[in-house]
């Protein structure tokens, strides 16, 4: 039925979101879920996997940075329909040196890059999507943080050029670019109050996002709605990049 179609547009999909053990990640991985999609989640260390595991994830541990890793996790899937890569890292203050700069691409493009290597063939037999997680930082540059900057802006590109490699496949490769999301990953942000009043005052919805407020744009691109839309770079900020 249509109804059904629309309430579970997920349904008998199965999903893989590398960096889905926290943050951004599990809010999209949960939001899959909600979808009808069974989801597999992915994260750095066991730490984090008996987190969410303990939390009812089906999680396994994965570095995206170990190419044998993803893919024996990844390529060697029985069945994959969608594919998140929100994997990422990053070296506030210390990415201009060239060893830390190249870990930070190493993950956040290299990493992405290789995942959607892996995941292409097994997403071709049946229409699959990936979805890439972009940043403010691939629109402008970051001081502090140019390897993460560069890794940014490199996935806008990859997912751009990848959506016309891709697109023969009928795979569709779009991007999520959040704005200011409380995470982990931001703590250091949050805390430095200079620099959250400086991004609340740019940010016309007035507040620190949600990792909830990313999954939604995640879902819906990954779903049959989406299904002209490959390409694209979708802003999910609050309105910052506007303003
Ligand atoms: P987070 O720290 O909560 O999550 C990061 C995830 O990436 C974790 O699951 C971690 O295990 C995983 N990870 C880190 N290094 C990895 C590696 N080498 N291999 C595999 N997994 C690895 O942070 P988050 O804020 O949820 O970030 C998720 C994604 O969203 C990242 O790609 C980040 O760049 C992006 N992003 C975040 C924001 C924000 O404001 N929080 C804004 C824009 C983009």
């Not at 249509?2 to 939001?31: E, K, Y």
């Not at 190419?67 to 210390?94: F, Q, T």
């Not at 995942?115 to 229409?127: E, I, V």
Request: glycine share 12%; charged share 20%; aromatic share 6%.
């Amino acid at each position: 039925m249509p109804g059904d179609t629309f309430a579970q547009p997920l349904a008998n999909r199965f999903a893989f979101v590398t960096g889905g053990t926290s943050g951004i990640g599990l809010a999209i991985a949960r939001g899959l879920a909600a979808a009808g999609a069974t989801v597999r989640v992915s994260g750095l260390t066991d730490h984090e996997v008996a987190a969410a595991t303990t939390a009812g994830e089906d999680a396994v541990r994965l570095d995206v940075a170990d190419g044998d890793a993803v893919e024996a996790v990844i390529g060697r899937l029985n069945r994959l329909d969608v594919l998140v890569n929100c994997a990422g890292m990053i070296r506030r203050g210390a990415e201009h040196e060239a060893d830390v700069f190249e870990q930070v691409v190493g993950v956040n493009l290299v990493g992405t890059m290789r995942c959607c290597t892996f995941a292409r063939p097994l997403l071709a037999r049946d229409g699959g999507s990936i979805v890439n997680i972009a940043s403010m930082l691939s629109f402008f540059g970051g001081g502090l943080v140019p390897g993460y900057s560069a890794s940014k802006g490199g996935v806008a590109q990859l997912t751009r050029s990848l959506a016309i490699a891709y697109a023969a496949d009928r795979i569709r490769v779009n991007a999520v670019a959040p704005g200011w999301i409380a995470t982990p990953l931001t703590e250091a942000l949050q805390a430095d109050e200079a620099r959250s009043r400086a991004i609340l005052d740019r940010t016309p919805l007035q507040r620190w996002g949600k990792p909830d407020d990313i999954a939604g744009a995640c879902v819906f691109l990954c779903t049959p709605a989406a299904a002209f839309i490959t390409g694209a770079i979708l802003p999910v900020d609050g309105g910052y990049l506007c303003a």
